[in-house]
DNA sequence: AGGAACTGTCCGATATATCGGACAGACGTC
DNA sequence: GACGTCTGTCCGATATATCGGACAGTTCCT
């Protein structure tokens, strides 16, 4: 009877890290959930969502009952983890935030990059992300848009597939070929325009990005944009982050080399924050 | 039976937002509470610590049993909501910093504050943050601690007394002498080093910040800092937040009054976007 | 005007999450 | 080596949170 409606939006900006423990959606029919399963269930959809959601549309998306929702959207409110916006929708509120700060914080690593990412952006102008894998995705970690913010690929906390990133062929850099392949769900080697990604090809890129201990691709996300990633490193020589510029593809050589001895001051420097 | 340990820490550095409806650390002995609650409490609980914390030491600080906590913690866990730390602390996660973003990025204010804020910070070198009014105290919402970090005074999300700051003469302009001091606790007029602040001279100092369009305090918070502010306003005249620096109290007036300009050009652009 | 789809609120029943207590093991101190 | 305090795990009982359904009011179609 319960209709699944928007599925297909969670499905297409998935994002793997809160979903439902076993239920795509929601518990089976008839059953009872936990509220504390719920919530999570809303965050996650709410982030998928990317915008304020009414309260009907949040039950239908996590397939819970509307009485419910209502009960726990309130209650969260009152805690000012989510806020309501205008036009009956919710979204996620002030304590998220400082929550959020305080994790950052207390992260050494992601606290030096957010000074990284931020003295970069304002110095070179360009769009700066801090990536790191999510699961068998990538996601970017922190981001400063730069000035001529022409475009914003992908936005903090989204998941993407890792073929389709510069920082993705630095990030596998400790497995084998074997393990790649086995970790990389196969459809994720489908760009967004549908062409398919050559397996052999992405593996010799990883291998080549390993031995020059950067990565460069043109054209993937998007046809206009170039990404260029520097590895952060941990103690063990394993690759734990990248730092990367996103800049249009007609960027002069000379430009985008220097961008890159940029990138790797950074990174060897907070490969030493990482050790 | 139930010993009231770290009483003392939460009461330090309350916060208001998010604690528990109405039992002060847990509910009444004997009694059950939801889920929701419990998570609510613990998040407010870590909030407030400021740094990991082992499992035992949440219960008590939540006044909820073990037993729940170590059932909600992992599935929290799980959701990537929390994290376990070395030692067996838990604090926040990824996913927190994930719905803390998406918070910004939805509210145009914030969104474009950030950007200001870095802008400063790395234009001055100083420590510039974004505040605004959390109930009846005030709050760093944004901060960016510059190059020359020597001080970190308030943290973000960490609510403090409005009379101790600049902002707070900013931020209480819409309000008359009476309901400013129905408004603002008592205790609040003691500053840390137990010195009293005298209320007539605080609401004098409102009405001046008011109509010089900002204001400026020194050696409240600590001896060596002085705090400058600018009032960002909206299309009701209303201030709803400040962007100031912090900066050591023997900076020459010169670059104080040049910071000032500084700070009134972003404030008067940031009420556009509040408008 | 009628209908479809929404919102926000209320209610009673029952499946179950929370709780208290017990357990073994780890750690450090005296 | 005995003691106190911690951890992580398990369990059964029962207070109760979740659920389904109903309600009136609103909006937006046609």
Redesign the interface.
């Known amino acids: 009877m319960r209709r699944d409606a928007r599925g297909k939006v969670l499905d297409g900006v998935s994002d793997g890290?809160?979903a439902p423990?076993a239920a795509p959606y929601g518990a089976a029919p008839g059953g009872r959930a936990?509220?504390?399963?719920r919530?999570?269930a809303i965050?996650?959809f709410?982030?998928a969502h990317?915008?304020?959601a009414r309260i009907g549309a949040i039950a239908r998306g996590v397939g819970a009952p509307r009485s419910t929702v209502y009960e726990?959207v309130n209650?969260?409110i009152?805690?000012?983890?989510l806020?309501p916006?205008g036009d009956g929708g919710v979204?996620?509120?002030?304590?998220?935030?400082?929550?959020?700060?305080?994790?950052?914080?207390?992260v050494a690593l992601?606290e030096q990059a957010q000074k990284e990412v931020?003295?970069l952006?304002?110095e070179c102008g360009e769009t700066v992300q801090f990536c790191r894998l999510?699961g068998n995705k990538y996601t970017v970690?922190l981001m400063?848009a730069g000035r001529r913010t022409f475009k914003i690929t992908s936005?903090?906390?989204v998941t993407v597939p890792i073929p389709w990133t510069a920082s993705g062929r630095l990030l596998l850099g400790h497995m084998s070929a074997e393990e790649i392949l086995a970790f990389i769900p196969e459809e994720d080697f489908v760009l967004a325009d549908g062409r398919v990604l050559d397996k052999t090809d992405f593996l010799a890129e990883i291998d080549e990005a390993g031995r020059h201990g950067y990565a460069v691709t043109s054209g993937l996300v998007d046809d206009f944009t170039t990404c260029m990633a520097a590895p952060v490193i941990d103690g063990t020589g394993r690759v734990v982050a990248t730092i990367c510029f996103v800049v249009t593809r007609n960027t002069p050589t000379e430009r985008q080399e220097r961008l890159m001895e940029r990138l790797l001051t950074s990174a060897r420097s907070l490969s030493r924050t990482a050790s």
């Open positions: 890290i809160a423990a936990r509220g504390i399963d919530v999570i965050f996650a709410l982030h990317r915008e304020p726990l209650r969260l009152e805690a000012g983890i806020e916006r979204y996620f509120g002030r304590a998220m935030h400082y929550y959020g700060a305080d994790y950052v914080r207390s992601l931020a003295h952006a304002e999510e970690v400063d936005e903090i906390g």
